[in-house]
T-cell receptor, first 113, second 109 residues
């Protein structure tokens, strides 16, 4: 089966601009997660979708971040406006219902200058 | 708040030199402890899930064990291809994972 696909793989934007990251989960995976790793820190949870519904968004840092999962398929994570501290690697992961282990994508490296 | 601490931060091994990585955790109601491998430029790759103290799992040269406070990842007779960052994560309430900082392993031929 195809893995979790994320794009772009890299994005460099200026402070104040908007960026949208996309994640295509494995087909049939109801659970979709966003995580991020900022420089020198551990990977941290952002939010969890079950199909198209937000199950847990406790990790979203502030209201500049907006995640959507229309139709319960792919998901987007928009950062508007981007700040320097948003730089890092954003990972998406997916899993089947009732399965605890995730499959991660390769991540999007976001650099805000 | 759930916490995961991994040690050492980095480990340099000669090929064939066995060693262990440590993952200490504090969590309310552990649902599972996960080990992942991460190569540069890639996402974490799932290795094991451990659910209860005393449980052990093996895959090739890797063996993971779990106690009530920590988990160990034993690497037996490592090869250069085992070089990677190994990540430990715990899952408590809900499905989210809390990760440790990882251990960077370099195996030299």
């Amino acid at each position: 089966e195809a893995g979790v696909t994320q794009f772009p793989s890299h994005s460099v934007i200026e402070k104040g601009q908007t960026v949208t990251l996309r994640c295509d989960p494995i087909s049939g995976h109801d659970n979709l997660y966003w995580y991020r790793r900022v420089m020198g820190k551990e990977i941290k949870f952002l939010l969890h979708f079950v199909k198209e519904s937000k199950q847990d968004e406790s990790g979203m840092p502030n209201n500049r971040f907006l995640a959507e999962r229309t139709g319960g398929t792919y998901s987007t994570l928009k950062v508007q406006p981007a700040e320097l501290e948003d730089s890092g690697v954003y990972f998406c992961a997916s899993s089947r219902a009732g399965v605890h282990g995730y499959t991660f994508g390769s991540g999007t490296r976001l650099t805000v200058v | 708040e759930d916490q995961v601490t991994q040690s050492p931060e980095a480990l340099r091994l000669q090929e064939g030199e066995s060693s262990s990585l440590n993952c200490s955790y504090t969590v309310s109601g552990l649902r599972g402890l996960f080990w992942y491998r991460q190569d540069p430029g890639k996402g974490p790759e799932f290795l094991f899930t451990l659910y209860s103290a005393g449980e052990e799992k093996e895959k090739e040269r890797l063996k993971a064990t779990l106690t009530k406070k920590e988990s160990f990842l034993h690497i037996t007779a490592p090869k250069p291809e085992d070089s990677a960052t190994y990540l430990c994560a715990v899952q408590a309430a809900g499905n989210k994972l809390t990760f440790g900082g990882g251990t960077r392993v370099l195996v030299k031929p």
